[in-house]
C-alpha cells in the first residue's frame, strides 16, 4: 500500500472522531512515525484523552489505558512478581505498560515517583523489574494527558520526564461549527470505540523504517543545531534544549517529511516542530509571576527564538 | 567568519590601505588623518561586531539631507582650500577625497556605497602612487592590489547569493554555518587569497625573469633620432635659435645626492669650442683620446690640460637618461670626473667634451660624477695673471676685424683692475644693456657678432656668449665657448631636472691660472613667456610617472633581467651550497636503495606468475585511464553540492533579487514556502510562478536527487518570465 495514502487514511480516520484538528492529528501521526511519545496538555474536556484513543483504536495494536489518580504506584503500572505456587517461584505479571500504545491519562495527578516508573519504559523501550528485564513491543508509543500546572491537585513533571516526551500538544477549543458537529453526532456510544483500525502494527514499523530514510540536507542539519545553540545562548530562557531535544526535532522533521508525502526534509518542517518540540524541554527565566511556566509563553518564546535564525538559502 | 561581515570588513581594509598610502605619502595633515583614522577605527569595530559600537551606531541615524550637505560643505572647503591654501589641485583634491573617504565610510550601507568606496580608494591608491617614488609603495601597493582582488570577489559573492548587507541578523555572525553559502570557510579564504598572491607573483616573475621574445607587435619603433644643433665640429652663430621653442624632451637628470645641488640651474656641458672665424666656432684640436677603463663600465677623465685647479666643489653624481639624440656628445655637469655606462668606449677631448665614438641607436643611461673649479681667490685679486702658453695659444684668438668689438670691450672695462673684475664687468655688460630676444636670426649675415653688439641689441644665448668670449680675447683675457643645455625644469615628484630641446644654451668659460676653465654665463635669465600654470605642477607629476612607468616597465629590457637572473643566482648559489650539503647527508643511503633495486632487476628473471601479475597491474592501470572520467562523473552526481544544486540556489537567489524589486523582500528567517506565501498575498501576479520556483528550489536543494538539465532550464525560464513579469509591472 502506498505510504502517503496509508498516512491519508490514519488522519481521515481520526478525523471522523475529533472535529476541525487537521493539525493536532497530522502532528499526532508525526509523533507515532517519529517513534515518540505525546503529551497532550489542555484543559479539561477539549479531547485529550479522545484523540488519544481514536489514535490507538485507528491502529491494529494493543492499546491500554491508564488513568493517573494521586495513590497510583508504580508496579500498578509496570507490573508486579508474584510468588506462583504451582512453579513454586516469582512470577511477573505485566503491568498496562505492556502494550503498543499507552494511554497514561492526567499524567500529572499522580505522585514524582509513579510519574518517573515511565522513564526507561519511554527512553529504552524496557522494563526493569527485579533485575529482570523486560522488553517491550514495537510499536510503542506513550500518549499522556495533563491538564494545566496551575490547576488544582497537580505534580508538575520532571524535567527528565518531560524532555522524554517528543512533542508537547495543545488541542485547544474547537470553534463554533466544530463544536456544533460533536454535539450532533449520535450520543449512545463513545465515538473512538466506533473507529475501525487501519494501520498494522507491521505497517507502522514500516513507515517508521521509511522515515530513518529520509534525507536531511547538511546545510538544514545546521539549521537545526542552530536554533538549539540559539535556545541555550538566549537571555530569555534559563534552560535551553537537551542533545536528546535536538535529536527529536531531527526525527520529528523527518516523520513530518513523511507524512507531507517527501523524502527529504524542508527548513519549513523544522521551522514548524521547533515550538511543538521545543517548548515544552526549556525554561524561561521570567515565569511572570505563575508558578511554572505556562504552555503559550513557552511556545511564543521559542517562536521568537526561531525567528533570529536565518534560513539556509 | 560569514560572508557579510568578510566582505564590510575587506572593503574597509581596502580603504584602509588607501588611506595609509596617502598618510604615508605625507599628503595629507593631521587635522585631517586624526579624524579620518578614528572613523576608520570605528567602522572597522563596527563590521567587526563589536556589541556596544554596534548599538551606538544604530543609534545614530544620519539622515541623507545632512550627509549631503556635508558633501556640499566639503567641496566649498575644497575650492577654498584650492584658491586660498593649498593652490594647487593635487593636495586641495587629496584632502577632499579623504573627506569623501570619511563620509563613504560612515554611510556604508548599500551596495551603491560599496562601489562609491571602491572607486574613492582607487583615486586615492592612485594619488598616492603619484606623489612617491619611493620603495614603501610596493608593499603598500601589493596589499592594495590583495585587498581588492579579495574584495571584489565578495562583492560579485555577495551580489550572485542576493544577500544584502542591511539584512543581517543579529545572531547571524554566531551561528556562522546556517546558512548555505553565507559562510567563508578557512579553504575559501586560503584558496582565493592564495591565488591572487600566486597571479600577482607569478606576474612578476614572468615579467623580470622570462627573456623578451623579440619585440612585441604593437611596440613603438624607435624612430629617428632628435635632431639636435650645437654640438658637430663646426657651429654657425644663430642657429640655435630654432629650438629654443621645441618642448620635446632630451634627456632627465637624476641628482641622487639631492641635497649637494642647487636645484634651480644645472649647467650640462655638451662641447667647448675655441676658434671663431666671425660667423662660426669650430675646435682647433680635433684629437681624440680614449677614456681609461677603471673598472667594467666605468671610465675615469683625466684632468684637462695640465694645471689642475687648485680646488674643486664637492662631487656632483648625474643619472642621465638620455633620447635618442643625433649626436654622440655625452652631456655632463662641468667638469667631469667618472663617467659609468654601458660603453664599450668613451672618448674626451682636449676641452673636456665626452663623446662616445658614434651617436648611440637608442636610449642611453649613463651616470657622471663632476666636480666643478672653484674661483681661486688668488685669482680673482691678481692684477695681472700669467697664462700658460698652451693657453694662450688657443684661447686668445679672435677673428679678423674685430675693432669695433675690442674697443668696446676695452671702453667697457678700463676702469677694472683685476683680469677678473674686468670678466665680471663685461658680463654685467651683456647681462644689463642687452636684450633676449629669439628673433635673431644672424647664421645669413656676415658679421653676426657686430650686428648684435653694435645693431639690434637683441639675440639669445649664443649671441651673448660669443659676445662676451671675443670681448674678454680682445683684451687678453683666455676664454672660450661652451654649448649644452641648462636644465631649470625641476620634477619635485621624481627628482629629477626634465631637459628639452628649448633648454639648448651655450655660455663661457673663462680661464684662471689657478682655478682651470670658470663656468660664466652673460645671458640674461629668460622671463617665461606663459605664466606658470595651475597645472604645470599637474604635467610635471605626470611626467614623474611615466619615467617611472618607462624605467620599470618599458625599458625594461633584457639586460636587466639578466642583472636579475645574476642576482637570483648568486643568491641561489649560497642556498645550493647549504642544500648540497643536507643533501649529501641524505643520499647516500638512496643511492645504496637504487643500486640494490638496480641490482634486483638486473637479476630479475621472470617467471609465469610474475609475468602474470604485471600483466594485472597494467591492465588495471589501463582499465583505471580508461573509466577514470566515469568515475569523475560518478562522484560529481553523488556530490552533495552538486552544479545542479548551486545552479538552482543561484536561479532562486536572482529569483529573490527580482521580487525584491516589485517591493517583496524576504527576511532571513523565513523559510522558502513562507515566502511564496508572502508573494502570494503581496504580489498576486508573480505568486504562481514563484511557488513553481520555490517547489523546484526545494527539490533541488534539499532532496537528495539533484534536479534534472529539463527541471533546471525550467526553473531559468520561469526566472526569465518573472523577470518580464517585473518590467511589465513597471
Not at chain 1, 516469582?90 to 499522580?110: M, Q, S, Y
Request: aromatic share 8%; proline share 5%.
Amino acid at each position: 500500500m502506498n505510504s502517503s495514502h496509508t498516512i491519508r487514511s490514519i488522519q481521515d480516520n481520526i478525523a471522523l472522531v475529533i472535529k476541525g484538528k487537521a493539525h493536532v492529528i497530522e502532528m499526532a501521526v508525526v509523533c507515532l512515525l517519529a517513534r515518540g511519545h505525546l503529551l497532550l496538555e489542555d484543559v479539561p474536556g477539549v479531547g485529550k484523552t479522545t484523540l488519544a484513543h481514536s489514535l490507538a483504536r485507528s491502529l491494529d495494536c494493543s492499546f491500554k489505558r491508564i488513568q493517573f489518580t494521586s495513590d497510583l504506584l508504580p508496579s500498578d503500572i509496570v507490573g508486579v512478581s508474584m510468588f506462583n505456587r504451582q512453579k513454586q517461584g516469582f512470577e511477573f505479571i505485566p503491568g498496562p505498560i505492556f502494550a503498543n500504545v499507552v494511554l497514561a491519562d492526567e499524567i500529572n495527578r499522580t505522585t514524582p515517583k509513579t510519574q518517573s516508573s515511565l522513564l526507561e519504559a519511554m527512553s529504552e523501550a524496557q522494563i526493569s523489574v527485579d533485575n529482570q528485564t523486560h522488553l517491550l513491543e514495537q510499536p510503542f508509543m506513550v500518549i499522556a494527558t495533563q491538564n494545566p500546572s496551575e490547576y488544582h491537585g497537580t505534580f508538575p513533571l520532571p524535567e527528565s520526564q518531560l524532555d522524554r516526551f517528543l512533542m508537547r500538544l495543545c488541542i485547544g477549543y474547537p470553534t463554533v461549527e466544530e463544536e456544533r458537529k460533536v454535539l450532533d453526532r449520535p450520543y449512545s456510544l463513545h465515538p473512538a470505540e466506533a473507529l475501525d483500525a487501519v494501520l498494522s502494527a507491521q505497517e507502522v514499523l514500516a513507515l517508521q523504517a521509511r522515515v530513518d530514510q529520509v534525507h536531511m540536507e547538511e546545510s538544514l542539519t545546521d539549521y537545526l543545531l542552530a536554533i538549539v545553540q540559539a535556545t541555550r545562548q538566549s537571555e530569555l530562557l534559563s534552560l535551553g534544549v537537551s542533545t536528546r531535544g535536538a535529536l527529536g526535532l531531527s526525527k520529528a522533521a523527518k516523520a513530518l517529511a513523511v507524512v507531507r508525502g517527501r523524502d527529504y526534509c524542508l527548513p519549513d518542517d523544522i521551522k514548524e516542530l521547533a515550538p511543538i518540540v521545543l517548548s515544552h524541554r526549556v525554561m524561561l527565566n521570567r515565569t511572570h509571576g505563575m508558578r511554572t511556566q505556562s504552555f503559550e509563553h513557552a511556545e511564543r518564546m521559542v517562536l521568537d527564538i526561531v525567528d533570529t535564525v536565518p534560513v539556509p538559502v | 567568519m560569514p560572508f557579510n561581515q568578510a566582505f564590510a570588513l575587506s572593503s574597509i581594509l581596502l580603504a584602509t590601505v588607501a588611506f595609509s598610502g596617502l598618510v604615508l605619502g605625507q599628503s595629507v595633515p593631521l587635522w585631517l588623518a586624526l579624524p579620518t583614522t578614528i572613523i576608520i577605527t570605528i567602522s572597522i569595530l563596527h563590521a567587526y561586531g563589536v556589541g556596544f559600537i554596534r548599538r551606538a551606531v544604530t543609534q545614530v541615524t544620519v539622515s541623507p539631507t545632512l550627509l549631503n550637505g556635508l558633501l556640499v560643505g566639503a567641496f566649498i572647503i575644497l575650492l577654498i582650500d584650492l584658491i586660498a591654501v593649498s593652490q594647487d589641485l593635487l593636495p586641495a583634491g587629496i584632502h577632499f577625497l579623504v573627506v569623501l573617504l570619511g563620509v563613504k565610510l560612515l554611510t556604508l550601507q548599500q551596495r551603491r556605497d560599496y562601489r562609491h568606496l571602491y572607486a574613492i580608494s582607487l583615486m586615492a591608491i592612485l594619488a598616492s602612487a603619484a606623489l612617491t617614488s619611493e620603495a614603501w609603495y610596493v608593499p603598500v601597493f601589493l596589499l592594495y592590489l590583495l585587498a581588492a582582488v579579495w574584495t571584489l570577489l565578495l562583492y560579485h559573492v555577495t551580489q550572485e547569493t542576493g544577500e544584502t548587507t542591511s539584512s543581517v541578523s543579529p545572531l547571524s555572525t554566531s551561528a556562522c554555518h546556517t546558512t548555505f553559502p553565507v559562510c567563508i570557510t578557512r579553504r575559501f579564504f586560503w584558496l582565493t587569497n592564495g591565488t591572487a598572491v600566486l597571479t600577482v607573483a607569478l606576474t612578476l616573475a614572468i615579467f623580470f625573469l622570462i627573456p623578451r621574445m623579440g619585440a612585441g607587435v604593437l611596440q613603438k619603433t624607435s624612430g629617428e633620432a632628435l635632431r639636435t644643433t650645437g654640438f658637430s665640429d663646426r657651429v654657425d652663430l644663430g642657429t640655435i635659435g630654432s629650438v629654443k621653442q621645441d618642448p620635446q624632451i632630451v634627456m632627465r637628470v637624476e641628482m641622487p645626492d639631492q641635497t649637494a645641488v642647487n636645484k634651480i640651474r644645472l649647467y650640462l656641458r655638451g662641447l667647448a669650442y675655441d676658434q671663431y672665424n666671425g660667423q662660426s666656432w669650430s675646435h682647433s684640436g680635433t684629437r681624440r683620446r680614449s677614456l681609461s677603463l677603471v673598472a667594467e663600465g666605468t671610465f675615469l677623465v683625466p684632468p684637462a690640460g695640465s694645471y689642475p685647479p687648485d680646488s674643486l666643489s664637492g662631487p656632483i653624481r648625474q643619472d642621465i637618461m638620455l633620447e635618442t639624440l643625433d649626436t654622440e656628445v655625452l652631456f655632463a655637469a662641468p667638469l667631469a670626473e667618472l663617467v659609468r655606462g654601458e660603453f664599450l668606449t668613451v672618448q674626451d677631448d682636449v676641452m673636456g667634451g665626452l663623446r662616445l665614438p658614434a651617436p648611440p641607436s637608442s636610449r642611453i643611461r649613463y651616470s657622471v660624477t663632476s666636480r666643478e673649479p672653484q674661483l681661486a681667490p688668488d685669482d680673482q685679486t691678481a692684477s695681472t695673471l700669467v697664462y700658460p702658453d698652451s693657453v694662450r695659444a688657443h684661447y686668445l684668438q679672435v677673428p679678423e676685424g674685430s675693432q669695433l668689438v675690442a674697443e668696446l670691450a676695452h671702453r667697457v672695462s678700463h676702469e677694472a683692475m683685476t683680469p677678473f673684475a674686468r670678466t665680471k664687468v663685461i658680463q654685467q655688460h651683456l647681462l644689463e644693456n642687452y636684450g633676449y630676444s629669439l628673433d635673431a636670426d644672424t647664421a645669413t649675415l656676415s658679421h653676426p657678432l657686430e650686428e648684435f653688439l653694435f645693431t639690434r641689441k637683441t639675440g639669445y644665448c649664443e649671441h651673448y656668449a660669443t659676445a662676451m668670449v671675443v670681448m674678454l680675447r680682445t683684451i687678453g683675457i683666455p676664454a672660450r665657448l661652451v654649448t649644452g643645455f641648462l636644465a631649470t625644469e625641476w620634477n619635485e615628484y621624481g627628482g629629477y631636472f626634465t631637459v628639452r630641446q628649448r633648454d639648448a644654451h651655450a655660455w663661457v668659460e673663462v680661464y684662471f691660472p689657478r682655478s682651470g676653465w670658470v663656468t660664466m654665463d652673460p645671458t640674461p635669465t629668460v622671463i617665461a613667456a606663459v605664466a606658470p600654470s595651475r597645472w604645470e605642477p599637474l604635467g610635471r607629476f605626470g611626467e614623474s610617472i611615466r619615467l617611472q612607468w618607462d624605467r620599470l616597465f618599458i625599458h625594461y629590457s633584457a639586460k636587466d633581467q639578466l642583472a636579475v637572473v645574476h642576482g637570483v643566482r648568486e643568491s641561489g648559489d649560497v642556498m645550493r651550497e647549504k642544500g648540497s650539503r643536507w643533501i649529501s647527508a641524505l643520499s647516500a643511503p638512496i643511492g645504496q636503495l637504487f643500486k640494490r633495486l638496480t641490482e634486483i632487476a638486473r637479476t630479475f628473471e621472470p617467471g609465469l606468475p610474475e609475468l602474470v601479475a604485471g600483466g594485472i597491474v597494467v591492465g588495471l592501470a589501463l582499465f583505471i585511464l580508461m573509466v577514470r572520467d566515469r568515475i569523475a562523473l560518478w562522484a560529481t552526481t553523488h556530490l552533495p553540492t552538486s552544479h545542479a544544486q548551486l545552479a538552482i540556489v543561484q536561479l532562486y537567489a536572482r529569483m529573490l533579487r527580482t521580487v525584491e524589486r516589485q517591493g517583496v523582500s524576504k527576511p532571513s528567517s523565513v523559510t522558502a514556502s513562507e515566502f511564496a506565501r508572502l508573494v502570494e498575498r503581496e504580489w498576486e501576479a508573480g505568486a504562481p510562478i514563484v511557488a513553481t520556483i520555490t517547489a523546484l528550489y526545494h527539490q533541488g536543494r534539499f532532496s537528495r536527487t539533484p534536479l534534472t538539465p529539463e527541471d533546471l532550464s525550467r526553473a531559468a525560464e520561469q526566472v526569465g518570465q518573472l523577470q518580464s513579469l517585473t518590467r511589465v509591472a513597471r
